[in-house]
């Protein structure tokens, strides 16, 4: 006849007193109180492992922190997953495991994570400016959050408050830096799918806001503007340097005298200081090259073409160009920047290949065909191009190069 087993009382718990050996009181279906020589009393639950059919305890907790009523609930736990099939003591250990991996895998740890890669690929200024977003507007109040639980309407709820503050175009950078950790936290592992894929939906488009410029027909007047302004010659220089290039303002400003190749007619910018992180040439024409030799009795024994007028071996500040464009009268119309726009929208309507305008201006070119076709064979193709607009520059240019200054 089976062995009944009377389930325990509190107070028989309560009163059991320890002896010189260890014992056990048994409450039935597994569940178990060992009592220690020391008097501490463990509750222990003793089950078959599933498919291997070997015995296996594991250990509830201590009494009286660890009640009679709660070692209940535990030991029906238990079952349930023996149910199942599931090892309760292998059950625990992963649930253990993954609360640790959680710890490791907030949405801060990961975030810093992939900004030790993020930093490599952007300049020190871009990549202070992209940290400062993320930790003032998102890791404030989801950091502490595993990636696991990083959910699409809570990071929404946490950027609405940004929009309504900001701007819209914070938040769109927000979504996408976001975007970034999350896509780096699925390629190492800590997540099957990216759950904020999309998110930016949710928030306004952001107003673009171009950068003044002059119609093509006001070219005209730029440049009786410049060849009659009182400014210093290296900032005439600069500012039809950038016409004539299309190039940026800092990309202009910071331009080296080593990065010209006068051989080739080449003005060859490198990765690092350029917008998108890849190298940059520039066919230099005729017009060009005659800022060059005019610069050189100025700075051509120096480090940069544009040397800073206060410190000569820096160079000059990117804000140069557009200062003088104020002072010339054009506050409101046309901003350094605007110079590339001037540039696009004549030689637009003027039918050349928009490739050829886009490569000028050193947009990236998502073609992977057609990039690899860019490096071989626009540059020769553009520099028909870039003689055209520098002679277009020219006819306007008939007292160009005075000496104002």
């Given at each position: 006849?089976a ?5 325990l009382?509190?107070s028989?718990?309560k009163n059991a007193?320890?002896?010189e ?6 409450d039935?279906?597994?569940?178990l109180?060992?009592?220690?020589p020391?008097g501490?009393?463990?509750?222990v639950f003793?089950?078959?492992r599933?498919?291997?059919?070997k015995?296996?305890?594991?250990s509830?907790g201590k009494?009286p922190?660890?009640?009679l009523a709660?070692?209940r ?11 199942q ?6 059950h ?12 490791l895998t907030?949405l801060?740890?990961?975030s810093?994570e992939?900004?030790?890669v993020k930093?490599k690929k952007v300049?020190?200024?871009t990549a ?9 507007h998102?890791l404030?109040d ?7 639980k ?7 709820e946490t950027?609405?408050p940004?929009q309504?503050?900001?701007s819209a175009?914070?938040?769109?950078r927000l979504c996408q830096?976001l975007?970034?950790?999350?896509n ?5 592992g800590?997540l099957?799918a990216?759950?904020l894929?999309g ?8 107003v673009v806001k171009h950068?003044?410029t002059?119609k093509?027909?006001?070219?005209p007047?730029?440049?009786?503007a410049?060849n009659?302004?009182?400014?210093k010659?290296?900032?005439?220089c600069l500012i039809e340097w950038?016409?004539h290039?299309?190039s940026r303002?800092?990309?202009a400003?910071?331009a ?5 190749d ?5 003005w060859?910018i ?12 520039v066919?230099?024409t ?6 060059l ?5 100025i700075s051509?024994h120096?480090?940069h ?5 206060g410190?000569?071996r ?6 140069t160009?557009n200062?003088a464009?104020k ?9 350094s920047?605007?110079?590339r726009?001037l540039?696009s929208t004549?030689?637009?309507?003027q039918?050349?290949?928009s ?7 050193a947009?990236q ?7 690899a076709?860019?490096?071989?064979d626009?540059?020769e ?7 055209w607009?520098?002679?277009?520059i ?8 005075d000496?104002?200054?």
């Amino acid at each position: 006849m089976a062995k009944i087993t009377v389930p325990l009382t509190d107070s028989e718990i309560k009163n059991a007193k320890s002896k010189e050996k260890e014992y056990c009181l048994f409450d039935g279906e597994g569940l178990l109180l060992r009592i220690k020589p020391t008097g501490s009393k463990l509750w222990v639950f003793n089950y078959y492992r599933p498919y291997t059919r070997k015995r296996a305890n594991i250990s509830f907790g201590k009494y009286p922190a660890l009640s009679l009523a709660e070692a209940r609930k535990k030991r029906q736990t238990a079952k349930e997953l023996l149910a199942q099939d599931i090892d309760p003591k292998e059950h625990r250990d992963s649930e253990k495991a993954s609360k640790k991996d959680a710890l490791l895998t907030t949405l801060s740890a990961v975030s810093k994570e992939w900004f030790e890669v993020k930093k490599k690929k952007v300049s020190p200024i871009t990549a202070t400016r992209i940290w400062n977003s993320i930790e003032t507007h998102i890791l404030t109040d989801l950091g502490e959050y595993p990636v696991t639980k990083i959910t699409a309407p809570k990071t929404i709820e946490t950027i609405k408050p940004v929009q309504a503050k900001s701007s819209a175009e914070l938040a769109r950078r927000l979504c996408q830096r976001l975007n970034e950790v999350m896509n780096y936290a699925v390629n190492v592992g800590y997540l099957h799918a990216n759950p904020l894929t999309g998110i930016k939906a949710a928030f306004d488009s952001p107003v673009v806001k171009h950068h003044p410029t002059l119609k093509p027909e006001e070219l005209p007047e730029l440049m009786k503007a410049i060849n009659y302004a009182s400014i210093k010659i290296v900032t005439r220089c600069l500012i039809e340097w950038q016409l004539h290039t299309m190039s940026r303002p800092s990309e202009a400003a910071g331009a080296r005298w080593e990065e010209v190749d006068f051989k080739n007619k080449l003005w060859v910018i490198p990765a690092e200081r350029m917008k998108m992180k890849k190298e940059h040439i520039v066919p230099l024409t005729d017009e060009t090259l005659f800022l060059l030799e005019r610069l050189k009795p100025i700075s051509g024994h120096r480090e940069h073409i544009f040397p800073s007028h206060g410190n000569p071996r820096k160079p000059t500040n990117s804000e140069t160009a557009n200062m003088a464009l104020k002072r010339m009268g054009f506050k409101g119309r046309l901003v350094s920047h605007g110079l590339r726009s001037l540039a696009s929208t004549t030689l637009n309507e003027q039918g050349f290949d928009s490739d050829l305008i886009e490569s000028a201006l050193a947009h990236q070119d998502k073609n992977q065909v057609r990039k690899a076709y860019n490096r071989a064979d626009y540059i020769e193709r553009r520099r028909v191009m870039m003689e055209w607009w520098s002679s277009q520059i020219n006819i306007y240019c008939s007292q160009r190069h005075d000496n104002h200054g």
